[in-house]
């Protein structure tokens, strides 16, 4: 398993590409071993992993996460991602890839990420047509199980996650969420007839945006026997209303709509997987092998994150960048039992590490049979 993150951390697309990097000893040192494993051997491992592992790997980071106090839980952030499968298997379902604009076979894969660290905390992608709107709720059983049964303190997500049954649920939970409704001509029509007296001018303060007036129209509306907070919003960049639909019933219209747009950090974050983590880069068309991708993918961002908190000036860089300037480094390493010492020679961005907290720290790894991890700087 240390083998194939070392590959996530490293940006290596595919487990095929490893071939190239089998004598390099610095791999190979990440995860314990004298060379690290070759393609078939890492195929072969993925085919015994099913999501019950795949759940107690997840698991273990999140306990992790909490320990470290990187994922608060206040506000979530929850999307679906459709990863593109170029071949033609029986299998593979149809669903909606975006950045294609088209349905084409893919395999679904669902996310969750913290709002406040954009860390990713869940991830699924062994799911079929019909269980996506449950599996908000598979999420919530996982959470309450490694946060000592407490519930995140705000779901934020689009339409299509779940349906309004699934809404009514939450609301029964207590489970405060922000979401959009599907625009269709009766909506659009019901906003259209509206008197502009009826509409309220709301100023965004504090926002980078061309938009920061959009004109509100607020009313209650019933939806599952459940009465829910509805807004219409105008004047934000597109040629339809936008229809916001809450729980939330004190919290104010702009702090309502600041919040849903900050939503786009799940869809930055998965820029950054599918361009340095390669997400797209489909490693079989068996769901279970994805969903363990993926789960590397989600620990491997996690790490990246949680390193660049540390960093003056990174804590909201993406992962290409912290690896260019921050990791892709030369260093001389030298191997005894008792601990390994890895000297950085002189580079730009040096110093940014020399300030950070690393350089005191010296961790004993248990994989090296407990050797001590050293950095130093190169005195010359």
């Not at 795949?54 to 929850?78: E, K, M, P, R």
């Not at 893919?106 to 019909?130: E, H, P, T, W």
């Not at 996506?132 to 000592?148: G, I, M």
């Not at 949680?306 to 290409?320: I, N, P, T």
Request: charged share 20%; with cysteine.
């Amino acid at each position: 398993m240390l083998s194939s993150l070392a590959l996530k951390l490293w940006s290596i697309e595919r487990k095929s590409h490893v071939m190239a990097l089998v004598a390099d000893p610095g791999l190979a040192l990440f995860a314990g071993l004298n060379a690290i494993p070759k393609k078939s051997y890492l195929s072969e491992y993925s085919h015994r992993i099913d999501r019950r592992h795949t759940l107690n790997l997840l698991g273990a980071w999140q306990d992790v996460l909490s320990g470290c106090a990187l994922v608060s839980g206040d506000s979530i952030n929850l999307d679906f991602h459709s990863i593109p499968y170029a071949g033609e298997h029986p299998i593979v379902q149809k669903h909606y890839v975006a950045m294609r604009s088209r349905r084409q076979p893919s395999i679904l894969a669902f996310l969750a990420q913290d709002a406040a660290s954009n860390v990713f905390c869940y991830s699924n992608a062994d799911l079929r047509k019909g269980e996506e709107d449950e599996e908000v709720f598979r999420f919530l059983d996982f959470w309450q199980k490694h946060h000592a049964d407490k519930l995140p303190g705000e779901l934020v997500f689009d339409s299509k996650l779940t349906t309004h049954a699934g809404l009514a649920r939450l609301d029964t939970m207590g489970i405060p969420f922000i979401t959009l409704r599907r625009r269709n001509p009766n909506l659009i029509a019901e906003a259209r007839a509206l008197p502009a007296s009826a509409w309220r001018v709301v100023s965004l303060d504090h926002v980078a945006r061309k938009f920061r007036t959009p004109r509100v129209f607020e009313q209650p509306v019933t939806i599952a026997k459940h009465v829910f907070r509805q807004l219409f919003i105008e004047d934000l960049g597109h040629e339809e209303p936008t229809v916001l639909l809450t729980n939330q019933r004190a919290k104010p219209i702009k702090q309502l709509i600041i919040r849903y747009a900050q939503r786009m950090l799940i869809e930055n974050a998965l820029s950054d997987a599918v361009r340095f983590f390669h997400a797209n880069a489909l490693s079989s068309s068996v769901a279970m092998k994805v969903d363990f991708d993926l789960a590397l993918l989600v620990i491997a961002s996690g790490l990246y994150r949680r390193f660049a908190k540390g960093m003056r000036g990174y804590s909201d860089a993406q992962a290409r960048q912290i690896f260019r300037d921050l990791v892709d480094m030369p260093a001389s390493v030298q191997v005894t039992p008792a601990q390994v010492q890895v000297t950085f020679h002189r580079r730009a961005h040096l110093p940014i590490l020399l300030a950070s907290e690393i350089f005191s720290e010296t961790p004993s790894v248990p994989w090296w049979n407990g050797a001590k991890l050293v950095l130093r700087a190169s005195p010359s």
